[in-house]
Structures are given as structure tokens and as C-alpha cells.
């Protein structure tokens, strides 16, 4: 191999070795410091929404319908006196349907079912307790899903957000001044919430609920609201400088 011929081969391994470095070219990965804060927002309720059943079974599918009908009147006429707003109270379709029982492993007829619910919104919580004593008064078959809510509960939930994030930046300062260091730009920062976390504070919305027999000399309902709980999670990471 000439001379010439070794140099030029030299060179080009030279160069190829210099494309081929990555410490040459990239970036250095700046210093971070991430962090986690939690926020919350207690209030207490100020609406409760409540689902009222009417059901009957007959012989005739026609007097089923009507027997519904006549409770679901009662109510409606009872709760647009505590629940006035437009869309306080919601009506559901009529559900029929035959029902069967087992008689010695037998499939017998029963009669026609008949079914309606009534959906309503209290908006003056004062007023819960009165209307469920007259509600008991009536034929209803149960009184479901009663629990309570905020109508601010959007701006409650961004509240909680920006509770949560001030806590991971004083945490990140926290961090930086033991660690005898500045903190510099935010490089991200990101809600971390679950849906089953959020579910999980949600958990105690349901009220307590004790009902009594109609013929406990009007003992009614006992109803205990829980306070609501708004709650976020962020993650923070910040540069060093």
C-alpha cells in the first residue's frame, strides 16, 4: 500500500468516527427537579337529587298503567311545590312488561308490570326533610339514589387544580433551598388525577339514609349530608440552575 493510498484511508476513518460520535453533538440533559402537589376544596352541599319509583303489578295490563299514573300525578304535583325550577323535576317513559313467578318449578303469570320514576332536584336543602315526609305519604314503591352536589362544582374542581400546583412549586423551592441550588424555568407541569382517585374522594356524596316502615307514626326519613371534598393531584418538574 503506497503512501498516499495509507493517508487518505486514514482520513476517512477519521471522518466517519467524527460522524458517528453522539457525545459531539447532542445536547446536554439540563438538571431537573420534579415534585407532586395536592389540592383540595371542602364545601358543603347545596343541592340534593333524589329518584322516586312507582310500580304496580295487575292482572290487566291497562289498570297497571293507570295505578302508575295516578302516583306519578302525586308526585309531580307534590314536587314542583319544593322543586320549582324547569328542570328540577324529570319524568321517565312508562316501562310495562308481564311477570312471572315459580310455583313448584312451574313458570306461573302474575300479572302486568307497570313502572315510572321520578327524578328531582331540591335546591333548598331546608326544605329535603318536609318533602320526603310527604313523599312517604304516597304510594311510592322507594325513594333511590339520594345524594347531594354542588352547582359550582367545575370551578371548585380548577380551584382544587391551582391549590394542587402551588404545593408542588413550594415543595420544589423546598427542595432546592436544602439542596443549596436555584430552581429556574418550569419545563412541565400536568394534572395528575385519576378517575379512580377522583372517585374515590367522591365516595362519600351518598347521604345516610334510615327508612322506616309507612305506619311508624311518621318517623320518615333520617338524612345525614357529608360534607363534599373537591380533590387534585399535579406534577411539577422544574430546571436547576
Known amino acids: 500500500m503506497t503512501t498516499a493510498y495509507r493517508f487518505g484511508f486514514f482520513v476517512l476513518l477519521a471522518a466517519l468516527g467524527a460522524c458517528q460520535s453522539p457525545s459531539a453533538t447532542a445536547p446536554a440533559t439540563p438538571r431537573q427537579v420534579r415534585t407532586v402537589g395536592y389540592g383540595s376544596v371542602t364545601v358543603y352541599p347545596d343541592f340534593a337529587e333524589l329518584t ?70 331540591i335546591t333548598d336543602l331546608r326544605r329535603l326533610s318536609p318533602y320526603l315526609e310527604e313523599l312517604l305519604a304516597t304510594r311510592i314503591n322507594s325513594i333511590k339514589n339520594l345524594n347531594y352536589g354542588h352547582t359550582r362544582a367545575d370551578s371548585l ?15 420544589a423551592d423546598k427542595m432546592c433551598a436544602a439542596l443549596k441550588v436555584r430552581r429556574g424555568a418550569v419545563l ?7 378517575p379512580e382517585s377522583a372517585q374515590d374522594e367522591w365516595s362519600g356524596r351518598q347521604a345516610n339514609i334510615e327508612l322506616y316502615g309507612k305506619g311508624f307514626g311518621g318517623r320518615g326519613f333520617k338524612t345525614s349530608p357529608e360534607l363534599l371534598r373537591f380533590a387534585s393531584v399535579c406534577s411539577l418538574t422544574s430546571a436547576l440552575e
Open 52 to 121: 322516586v319509583d312507582a310500580e304496580f303489578t295487575r292482572p290487566k295490563l291497562k289498570d297497571a298503567v293507570a295505578e302508575v299514573q295516578t302516583v306519578v300525578d302525586q308526585v309531580l304535583a307534590l314536587s314542583k311545590r319544593y322543586a320549582p325550577g324547569p328542570n328540577d323535576v324529570r319524568v321517565s317513559s312508562t316501562s310495562s312488561d308481564k311477570e312471572f313467578t315459580y310455583v313448584r318449578e312451574k313458570r306461573v303469570f302474575v300479572g302486568f308490570n307497570s313502572t315510572q320514576s321520578v327524578t328531582v332536584r
Open 157 to 171: 374542581r380548577r380551584e382544587a387544580d391551582v391549590l394542587a400546583l402551588a404545593d408542588a412549586v413550594k415543595t
Open 188 to 194: 412541565e407541569a400536568s394534572d395528575s388525577s385519576s
